[in-house]
């Protein structure tokens, strides 16, 4: 049995294969910024607010060539970031001679676990769905690129 597919836009595409790796690199790259934006957004949405400066210090990038792209959501400048988002566990300390140790018999303090609030890892989840748009949306425009242009 001889099966034979016939297709104008099959070998439109055939014809410009060559130019796919660009092509393919320029959607998903313009695809990652709008998937971080989506992230940072949902970040932010479910980061806790003091004084607002990590809130103020999540930010994104978007690095890489066409052939690995890599996305970034992250808090650039503030030390407590971990701590917010994964928590922190009981502390009982001791102050002895100006310094904190674990044992002695001067003044404890104790430090209450705070737990986190995973604003990174929810915020994740929560922009799971759109982005899984965002890059369905890219490839979509990776075949009408391909098989749109004329030649």
Request: hydrophobic fraction near 35%.
């Amino acid at each position: 049995m001889d099966i034979q597919i016939t297709s104008p836009d099959l070998a439109r595409l055939a014809r410009h294969m060559k130019d796919a790796p660009a092509i393919v690199g320029q959607e998903l790259r313009r695809g990652m910024r709008e998937a971080v934006l989506i992230a940072e957004g949902e970040v932010v949405k479910r980061t806790p607010v003091r004084t607002g400066r990590l809130r103020g210090s999540i930010g994104h990038s978007v690095e890489g060539s066409n052939e690995r792209i890599r996305g970034i959501v992250a808090s650039t400048n503030v030390p407590y970031a971990r701590i917010v988002e994964y928590g922190h566990p009981l502390l009982t300390i001791t102050r002895k001679q100006g310094t904190f140790v674990m044992t002695g018999n001067t003044k404890t303090y104790v430090r209450q676990a705070r737990p986190g609030r995973h604003m990174f890892r929810e915020g994740a989840k929560a922009s799971q769905a759109r982005i899984d748009k965002v890059f369905g949306r890219a490839l979509h425009r990776v075949m009408k690129r391909m098989i749109g242009r004329r030649g």
